[in-house]
């Protein structure tokens, strides 16, 4: 998010609008972010998500950055993979640009399923386009593209199934190069 390039930063205000599009209707009464880096998303998004905001990462650094930066979300460390919260704990549960990073990711929607009351907002990267727009810039060339950390590869259709396999999708979105899926999860 810290890019000067005019062209990534008008894309990554293109992924943000996308975003809010998607979690404003949502009135949420709690919500979690999961996989929070730096913030980012809850800074951006602070006027449309509700007051009481939880967030988690796997990354100690992360979890100190954000805390400072948003001394009001209880953030915590964790994984993804087992996440301290009771079941059905939020209303809404956002994980972005996180599932591509995990060997195990039916694993980790199947908690952030757990966790969820209601809604769920998902995002990876756009695949072939992510990669390609990489490659473009001169990035990771001996990997055509393709981002050291990034495990797994989504198109808008295998993005779809992945998600069916627990949520019931509401909308897989392009905000190119990325994907953004408004799931639910199904109560039984």
């Not at 602070?46 to 650094?61: K, M």
């Amino acid at each position: 998010f810290q890019t000067r390039n005019p062209i990534v930063r008008r894309l990554i205000d293109g992924f943000f609008e996308r975003l809010r599009e998607m979690v404003a209707p949502l009135d949420a009464g709690r919500a979690l972010d999961a996989g929070c880096g730096e913030g980012e998303t809850i800074a951006r998004l602070s006027d449309v998500l509700p007051e009481r905001v939880s967030a988690i990462d796997i990354l100690e650094e992360c979890v100190a950055f954000t805390s400072r930066r948003l001394p009001s979300v209880d953030v915590s460390r964790g994984s993804v993979y087992e996440l301290p919260f009771q079941d059905d704990a939020f209303d809404l549960v956002l994980s972005l640009e996180v599932l591509e990073h995990l060997e195990r990711p039916s694993t980790a929607l199947r908690e952030l399923r757990r966790v969820a009351r209601a809604d769920l907002v998902l995002s990876v990267p756009y695949e072939p386009y992510f990669r390609l727009g990489t490659l473009l810039r001169g990035k990771y060339a001996t990997r055509l593209g393709n981002h050291p950390e990034h495990v797994n590869h989504w198109n808008r259709r295998s993005f779809r199934a992945f998600l069916e396999s627990q949520l019931s999708v509401v909308d897989v979105a392009v905000a190119f190069p990325w994907l953004v899926a408004h799931c639910q999860a199904p109560r039984a």
